[in-house]
């Protein structure tokens, strides 16, 4: 079974811009998550999509946002791009469970951003 | 809101040795799960234990849960330099707003 695989794999911008990053999950798996990876902070989620739905959101501003297909595929956006935007997003499918918390959570390999 | 903390931020060992780390959380949880990370790469799971288990193994791994002290350790015997790598313990979110909560992990060396 193929993993979750992220494109692309690294990404140079300047402020200002937008990008756009894609996620294709595991086959079978509905639900996408995205998180953000700094030194700083560390691993904070973004938002959550199943079934084409957001499902949860993290605390970031607006200028996040992501969508999911209904093949399961998913696209998280970043508008007007700051400097410290840099981060590793990493990608995340799962299968459902009614316990919270309980969902494994299988990984890409990540989109390296620079922001410069 | 990160609910899990991981100690030591950092170790550093020889091949062979065992390596230990901790993960400290704040509220009840249902389960714990633990990750690992290689430079740059995306998480890999490495093993679930739910709150009634005290202790899984699997392969190389062992890990402990002790919801009185509301902790759980992540020991890996035998270390290779393969092993080399950053650890997350993970948590479920308390509010309804979120998905896996992770720490900010251990960076582990393995020397060979």
């Known amino acids: 079974k193929a993993g979750v695989t992220q494109t692309p794999r690294y990404l140079i911008k300047t402020r200002g811009q937008q990008v756009t990053l894609s996620c294709s999950p595991i086959?079978?798996?509905?639900?996408v998550s995205w998180y953000q990876q700094t030194p700083g902070q560390g691993l904070q989620f973004l938002f959550e999509?199943?079934?084409?739905?957001?499902?949860n959101k993290g605390n970031f501003p607006g200028r996040f946002s992501g969508r999911q297909f209904s093949n399961s595929r998913s696209e998280m956006n970043v508008s007007t791009l700051e400097l410290g935007d840099s981060a590793l997003y990493l990608c995340?499918?799962?299968?459902?469970?009614?316990?919270?918390?309980?969902?494994?959570?299988?990984f890409g390999s990540g989109t390296q951003l620079s922001v410069l | 809101s990160q609910q899990g903390e991981e100690d030591p931020q950092a170790l550093s060992i020889q091949e062979g040795e065992n390596a230990t780390m901790n993960c400290s959380y704040k509220?009840?949880?249902?389960?714990l799960q633990w990750y690992r990370q290689n430079s740059g790469r995306g998480l890999v799971h490495l093993i679930l234990?739910?709150?009634?288990?005290r202790e899984k193994h699997s392969g190389r791994l062992r890990v402990t849960l002790d919801t009185s002290k509301k902790s759980s350790s992540l020991l890996i015997t035998a270390s290779r330099a393969a092993d080399t790598a950053s650890y997350f313990c993970?948590?479920?979110?308390?509010?309804?707003?979120?998905?896996?909560?992770f720490g900010k992990g251990t960076k582990l060396t393995v020397n060979p």
């Open positions: 234990i739910r709150s009634n288990e």
């Open positions: 993970a948590t479920p979110p308390q509010g309804g707003s979120e998905k896996l909560v």
């Open positions: 995340a499918s799962s299968l459902f469970s009614p316990v919270k918390g309980d969902e494994k959570l299988f």
């Open positions: 086959s079978g798996h509905r639900s």
């Open positions: 509220t009840s949880i249902n389960n």
């Open positions: 999509y199943f079934s084409e739905t957001q499902r």
